[in-house]
């Protein structure tokens, strides 16, 4: 019965009847700050999940996860492959040589990132085949070049236009090599590689560069955060690889900046949270001296300090509820539907919001997950109800002889 009584009252005191305009309106403000506070929270953790996810699933599936690397090149490559993937962490190499050039088109040059690639081993390596499913035949002729969609817009490109690859000798006394190619393929991955990376058969890429065979192998490990180690291993226990890369060296600042951002959001998301539960104790010691007189009148009827104190704790824990169920409704709303929203908007005003050329991809992902939905529920929740404990306990201290003598 107490129990009962003291449910009746909070949620009367919270929402309940139109003489308490004022308690109301503040108890739903309240429950508007919070629900607003959790929203927020939960749309910038899947956003910045996004991100994570496809950095991770995305970039670094498409750039190698671990290099090995020979100034000279590796004429054996395929024998140095078999012995590489005897590593047990090893899931697949292929041979790459890397070819740093310029694009040059009507007089307009700009930088170029290529790799000569064998297709029948880069698509065990890479995700590349997702974007440019008939590598093997694309490639099959050697002045074929395959470009990403940022490279081809600079220059004004489509299939099949001729360019001009200008590649500096390592000798800078002699001067730079120029090789006519053809566009075989432009390829979209909505990522910075865009904008930098080319495709051309290995041995196009190996007379380029005046090597023979290739000049590294690149892996694929069946742990991404193991690269460092396992290449350093595979160094170590083979002759002829001068150094190692991994993909630490070229994305790590990135991943890490991804990583750490997200912390610092969602350590000042809570910090908006923590303002909103301010507001809920506000409501809840205004309550209190609104309600002094009926607290002592409860309190001279037989009411105990119990009672008053859980009344007054179902009140804040009703707007607690209130206000994180809404925020996490509006939150996975908000979080399922903030692509297409950002794809609306940047079709509706014409303009890009995210360009590969600033961020690493073009569009904005997004990934809700159930763990996240229970953090930001379960401590907004706890917040709210540890802060109602003291505006509680001072409505069961208050003396019912002193309040209605007006003291």
């Known amino acids: 019965m107490r129990a009962n009584l003291s449910l009746l009252i909070g949620w009367r005191y919270s929402f309940g009847i139109a003489r308490q305009r004022l308690l109301s309106f503040l108890s739903r403000v309240s429950s508007a700050g919070l629900a607003l506070g959790v929203a927020m929270l939960i ?127 390592r000798n800078e006394s002699i001067m730079p090599k120029l090789q006519r190619m053809t566009v075989a393929e432009i390829f979209v991955t909505g990522t910075e590689l865009d904008n930098q990376v080319a495709l051309m058969p290995l041995a196009m890429a190996n007379n380029l560069r005046g090597i023979e065979g290739a000049e590294g192998l690149r892996l694929k490990l069946s742990d991404l955060f193991a690269a460092r180690r396992v290449s350093w291993q595979l160094q170590h226990a083979s002759l002829g690889y001068d150094f190692i890369s991994d993909w630490s060296n070229s994305h790590g600042n990135l991943y890490h900046a991804v990583r750490m951002s997200r912390n610092m959001v969602t350590l000042l998301l809570f910090v908006i949270v923590l303002v909103a539960v301010f507001n809920v104790v506000s409501a809840l010691v205004m309550g209190v001296k609104d309600k002094a007189s009926e607290i002592a009148i409860l309190r001279t009827m037989g009411a105990s300090r119990g009672l008053v104190m859980r009344s007054f704790i179902v009140q804040g824990f009703a707007i607690g509820v209130v206000g994180v169920g809404s925020g996490v409704g509006l939150g996975v709303l908000l979080s399922l539907m903030a692509p297409n929203l950002v794809t609306f908007f940047e079709k509706a005003f014409g303009t890009s919001f995210l360009n590969s050329h600033i961020y690493p991809i073009s569009y904005l992902p997004s990934d809700l997950r159930l763990a996240d939905i229970v953090m930001v529920a379960s401590l907004s929740m706890l917040i709210c109800l540890v802060a109602t404990i003291l505006p509680a306990w001072r409505a069961s201290r208050l003396k019912p002889a002193e309040v209605l003598r007006g003291d």
């Open 43 to 169: 749309l910038v953790l899947s956003v910045m999940n996004g991100f994570q996810r496809e950095l991770e699933e995305r970039i670094l599936n498409l750039v190698p996860q671990a290099s090995l690397i020979s100034y000279y090149g590796l004429p054996d490559w395929q024998s140095r492959i078999v012995s590489v993937e005897q590593h047990p962490e090893v899931l697949a190499a292929a041979p790459f040589t890397k070819v740093q050039a310029m694009l040059s088109v009507r007089n307009n040059v700009v930088p170029m990132l290529g790799f000569g690639v064998d297709p029948d081993y880069e698509i065990k390596v890479s995700a590349i085949a997702e974007f440019v499913p008939n590598l093997s035949s694309l490639l099959a002729i050697s002045t074929h070049l395959v470009i990403g969609q940022g490279l081809a817009s600079e220059l004004a490109l489509h299939k099949g236009d001729s360019v001009v690859l200008i590649v500096p000798d």
